[in-house]
């Protein structure tokens, strides 16, 4: 069945838990309707890599995310060093979110270190990350201790994230309505956990996503 082999080659099989939700079942059904049976025209340009740079805290580069119902997706991780932001771009899109368009932003002059009694629930976390919180003095990341890393019960985990990160700071995340209609930025977090891992956890959604570099090319 075409359906059946589409959701394999984008990582989703039969037996996934997602496809137990009928929300999830609608907007993988979307995602297959507008790539492989509306017949849309694409325009594709070269994909250009962002180039090393040196003493970044996360390279840029490629990664591959868990988007729930709109399986795995691809993002460009790019550094913005006169504003200190990480963004993720996406190069394959769904439905709502598109491709070329950003997908989180990360400021690194807002860090968070939290215990896990911090960590227990979404309204304790909501609590570190007011809109309008001051940067933090210019500081030195390598010096960030190790901290724990604590899933809410209430928070769909989409795949298995390490008991403990690098580094955590304030973030936000875009999200649309299908079509890319009224799209907004809803409060979050960005989770180092490797130079190669880390995670985006978007709090209204109340879902943490997961994104490991490709290395692949």
């Not at 070269?46 to 996360?58: G, Q, S």
């Not at 460009?76 to 190069?91: A, C, D, M, Q, S």
């Not at 209204?204 to 290395?215: G, H």
Request: glycine residues 6%.
């Amino acid at each position: 069945m075409e359906f059946t082999d589409w959701l394999r080659e984008n990582g989703v099989e039969e037996s996934t838990p997602i496809l137990n939700r009928a929300l999830s079942q609608e907007m993988l059904l979307m995602k297959y309707l507008v790539t492989r049976q509306y017949n849309y025209c694409y325009m594709h340009t070269r994909l250009t890599l962002p180039p090393p740079i040196a003493d970044a805290f996360v390279q840029p580069g490629l990664f591959k995310g868990h988007y729930g119902g709109h399986g795995i997706e691809i993002i460009k991780l790019t550094y913005l060093p006169n504003e200190e932001i990480y963004r993720g771009t996406k190069i394959t899109g769904d439905p709502n979110v598109p491709a070329c368009e950003i997908t989180f932003e990360a400021n690194l002059q807002k860090p968070i270190v939290l215990t896990v009694e911090n960590q227990m629930t979404v309204e304790a976390l909501e609590a570190f990350s007011p809109e309008d919180s001051q940067p933090e003095p210019r500081i030195d990341l390598s010096q960030l201790p190790l901290q724990p890393f604590h899933v809410p019960p209430e928070i769909r985990e989409r795949y298995p994230a390490p008991k403990s990160c690098r580094a955590r700071f304030c973030g936000k995340g875009q999200i649309a309505g299908h079509g890319f209609h009224n799209p907004q930025y809803i409060p979050g977090h960005w989770i180092v956990f490797t130079e190669d891992l880390f995670g985006f956890l978007w709090l209204e959604l109340r879902s943490l996503s997961m994104f490991s570099r490709v290395t692949d090319l």
